[in-house]
C-alpha cells in the first residue's frame, strides 16, 4: 500500500532524514520517498497509515493530511 503524508516542519535535508529515519524504525522494509519543497511523505508499506502518522509524529513532525492507496 502507498501512503501519502503532508508533513509540517520540514525545513532540510535533515528534517527529511529524521522522517525517514523515524518511518524505517518502525517498518525496515518501507520504501520512502520524501519531498522537501512541498512537504510530501510518500510510504510504500504494509504498516498502517495511522502507525506510520504516529512515527512522523514522535519524530517532531505534524502530518497534515494522509492519503492512502492500495497498489495497483
Ligand atoms: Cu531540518
Do not use: W
Not at 529524521?18 to 510504500?44: F, K, P, Y
Amino acid at each position: 500500500m502507498t501512503i501519502e503524508f503532508q508533513v509540517e516542519g520540514m525545513s532540510c535535508q535533515h528534517c527529511v532524514a529524521a522522517v525517514m529515519n523515524a518511518i524505517r524504525e518502525h517498518d525496515e522494509t518501507a520504501q520512502v520517498q520524501v519531498d522537501l519543497a512541498s512537504g510530501r511523505v510518500a510510504v510504500e508499506s504494509a504498516q498502517p497509515a495511522d502507525a506510520l502518522k504516529a512515527a512522523i509524529d514522535e519524530a517532531g513532525y505534524t502530518v497534515t493530511a494522509v492519503t492512502s492507496s492500495t497498489a495497483r
